[in-house]
């Protein structure tokens, strides 16, 4: 099943291979059953390299792929990013954040605007920036806002460690990170979204592993298969879904076994576990999952921001949960009962100029992708 | 004339219009510019056009009975102010010059403005303005009037440059997008992105510094032969912001009868750009070139263009990426590898902030 992406690409006709690979595409597509067949890519690399290779443009109409919510920034919360504004805001705080972040409106406001109005928001390129800059100002609370699934937790993990080390007072977290299986489980037992297989993220399993996601998918019964990014991955990946599903069997299959192992990289699972434990976590679009997010633990408690600035956070305007922006339809994009184009907004109010909801903010979103790309509804002529 | 410990650095008087403003002139700017035009020393330059016009046609064989002219202004923001194959005088004159030439006039002359922040090392100038007179006079323009003003500190970032130029365009010559029609060929005359992927490695220091380096080149001579009617060329454009990607659509916008379908597979990219594109998630098609025109064509024609092309060095990696289609009006489409296809609209969002 798994391939040596290097050595294919030395010696293979891209072409060719990726004609082998549709004809039987389109071969157990023709034998499945189904009016339609609804394979769902739960990582926003995916979906810019779906579109970017053509993939789309290629399958059988009856297969549709489905963009889940595989963008963190896009699946956060407006309360968490309202809190974020709040802390913003008051003059003894800097926020530290990954640069995505900074766009994406809250009920309230965004980070970037903020920044423009004099808060102290700084944009970081890995979590432990954060100290030198804790370092450097005593006097200030510097919040590192901990955004990500399991690809970038043991990272934040690693900064509460060094805190903790260094015996920083002054440096938090505020908790969002969020892990991937449990919300699977949530989509795949979802009412209104209807799926037959996962094209689920390379690098989320790099670090998690094949097993976790055997139980979750095990009990909803929907067949997955873990993808590396390049189009033959992809394409691969949909011919075994295919050939799962015609057989109709649910198992986890490994595609991209070039990075990922059955029991994913132990070191990082290591610290994740030392330093967080789960909790549950709401989704934009989907809600409360439980299990779903992680909570710094026992010694590590006390980097918390969520703890240790309750009252900041909850300043008046923070939304009590996930706030909708009149018209914007992120939550049903990040669930794929639409697609972008078929939001009142996409293209006509929200563009990656003025983005509305958080799935045209990030560039991994959804909407990003699907404006990026150009894909409105348009048909592309090749022959 | 020597300048004391105490001039190495501009300051607001350089800019005042009084001594340290002639002494600097005389200094750096007419040390290197000097020509004919400048040293009249009149407030704006006169140019004999029949006199050009006579020189280029001994040169080249065209004809200026037309005496029609291309103008064209730009300024120079450029951070860094040097960079891994060219700095920003360099950058200065290229940018104009490949505006005269991809409107199919022949370059004669530039101006230049210098708006300088105060503090800016004397020396840094001298530099620049050395470099700015080696790119024009190997590409036969001179700098004909010229300007220097002097900000406060914090007011500019060391060094802006504006460069407007005039060319001479030979009879017949008449480029436009509305010429293009179905079948033509599409042509770039180098790897895409190079100058983009430079900037941006030499902003963020991701990969050695000399591993990526700009595509900045005037094409002057390089796209002059091609104003020949026998090549028949349709349009030309200078790939500068926005990219290849960018530069294709406003051909579509400009005239929407027709389509553009490039094949991925016949674009081939600088290996370290393109990895360093791939890492950081960029798309080269999309970043900025400063030494690559987009040469629309008759097909019949193609393959004669990449013949003339290639006897440059600057053009050596000329290659034809795709056709002009009556499918897809309005649209930039790219077949990807695998035979899929998607649509490559006009960039939206600035990859990177101030590459020009």
Redesign the interface.
């Known amino acids: 099943m798994s391939f040596n992406y290097d050595e294919f690409s030395e010696k293979c006709n891209k072409k060719e291979t990726a004609k082998k690979i549709l004809d039987k595409i389109n071969a157990y597509c023709a034998a499945i059953d189904k009016a339609s067949i609804n394979l769902m890519e739960v990582c926003g690399t995916h979906t810019h390299e779906i579109f970017k290779s053509g993939v789309r443009t290629m399958l059988p109409d009856k297969i549709k792929l489905r963009s889940g919510p595989g963008c963190p920034v896009c699946v956060t919360e407006d309360s968490y990013i309202d809190g974020a504004i709040n802390m913003a805001r008051d003059k003894n705080f800097i926020i530290t954040t990954f640069g995505d972040m900074l766009k994406v409106p809250g009920e309230i406001s965004s980070l970037k605007k903020e920044q423009g109005a004099g808060s102290d928001v700084r944009v970081v390129y890995s979590p432990t920036d954060s100290i030198e800059i804790a370092f450097e100002n005593p006097s200030k609370n510097v919040i590192f806002l901990g955004v990500g699934f399991e690809t970038t937790a043991p990272a934040v993990a690693f900064l509460a460690k060094e805190a903790k080390e260094r015996g920083l007072k002054n440096l938090f977290i505020y908790e969002g990170n969020k892990t991937v299986p449990e919300a699977l489980k949530a989509i795949a037992n979802h009412p209104a979204v209807k799926i037959d297989g996962f094209i689920l993220p390379g690098h989320v399993s790099v670090i998690t592993g094949v097993t976790a996601y055997r139980s979750p998918l095990a009990q909803s019964g929907i067949c997955g298969v873990i993808c590396g990014f390049e189009y033959i991955d992809i394409l691969l990946s949909i011919e075994t879904l295919l050939k799962m599903i015609s057989e109709g069997r649910h198992d986890v299959i490994n595609e991209y076994s070039r990075a990922v192992s059955e029991s994913g990289n132990a070191a990082a699972q290591k610290i994740m576990n030392e330093v967080f434990e789960a909790r549950d976590s709401e989704w934009r679009g989907i809600g409360v999952i439980p299990g779903s997010g992680l909570k710094l633990r026992g010694e590590y408690k006390k980097y918390s921001a969520d703890d240790n600035f309750a009252a900041v956070i909850n300043r008046a305007g923070k939304t009590a949960g996930t706030a909708h922006h009149q018209g914007c339809k992120c939550g049903e994009v990040l669930l794929s009962v639409i697609e972008p184009p078929q939001c009142p907004l996409f293209k006509k109010v929200c563009s990656p100029i003025f983005p509305i909801g958080p799935c045209m903010v990030s560039s991994e979103g959804t909407c990003a992708a699907f404006y990026k790309y150009g894909s409105s509804g348009d048909k592309i002529e090749l022959e | 004339m020597n300048l004391n410990e105490r001039e190495k650095y501009i300051t607001e008087a350089h800019g005042n219009g009084g001594k340290l403003t002639h002494d600097l002139i005389s200094s750096v700017f007419v040390k290197y510019f000097d020509n004919p035009t400048l040293s009249e020393g009149l407030d704006s330059g006169r140019l004999d056009i029949l006199k050009f016009a006579a020189k280029i046609s001994e040169n080249t064989g065209f004809k200026f009975s037309g005496q029609k002219l291309g103008m064209t202004t730009d300024s120079y923001v450029v951070k860094p102010l040097f960079f891994n194959g060219g700095d920003i005088g360099k950058l200065a004159v290229t940018g104009t010059v490949n505006d005269l030439i991809v409107t199919g006039a022949i370059p004669v002359a530039i101006t230049c403005g210098f708006i300088i922040e105060e503090g800016f090392k004397i020396e840094t100038l001298e530099t620049i303005v050395k470099s700015m007179a080696r790119t024009a006079s190997e590409n036969g323009v001179f700098v004909a009037t010229g300007d220097t003003k002097v900000v406060g500190r914090g007011l500019c970032d060391g060094v802006y440059i504006n460069t407007s130029g005039v060319g001479l365009i030979p009879d017949g010559v008449d480029l436009a997008p509305s010429k293009i029609s179905g079948g033509d060929a599409v042509i770039i005359t180098g790897t895409p992105g190079n100058h983009g992927a430079c900037i941006l490695n030499e902003r963020g220091g991701f990969i050695d510094r000399m591993s990526v380096s700009s595509d900045c080149a005037p094409l002057a001579r390089q796209l002059s032969g091609l104003l020949d009617k026998k090549f028949g060329i349709k349009v030309m454009r200078d790939a500068t912001r926005g990219g290849v990607a960018t530069t294709l659509n406003e051909f579509v916008s400009q005239n929407n009868n027709f389509g553009i379908m490039l094949e991925e597979?016949s674009i081939s990219y600088e290996t370290n750009a393109k990895s360093l594109a791939d890492i950081l998630?960029i798309d080269l098609l999309y970043s900025a070139c400063e030494g690559r025109a987009i040469i629309v064509c008759p097909s019949g024609t193609a393959n004669d263009v990449l013949a003339h092309l290639s006897r440059f060095d600057e053009t050596s990696g000329a290659m034809e990426i795709g056709r002009v289609s009556e499918?897809?009006k309005g649209?930039v489409?790219?077949?990807?590898?695998?035979?899929?296809?998607?649509?490559?609209?006009m960039q939206?969002?600035e990859q990177f902030p101030r590459i020009c």
């Open positions: 597979e998630g499918k897809n649209k489409v790219i077949k990807t590898r695998i035979g899929g296809g998607r649509f490559l609209d939206v969002l």
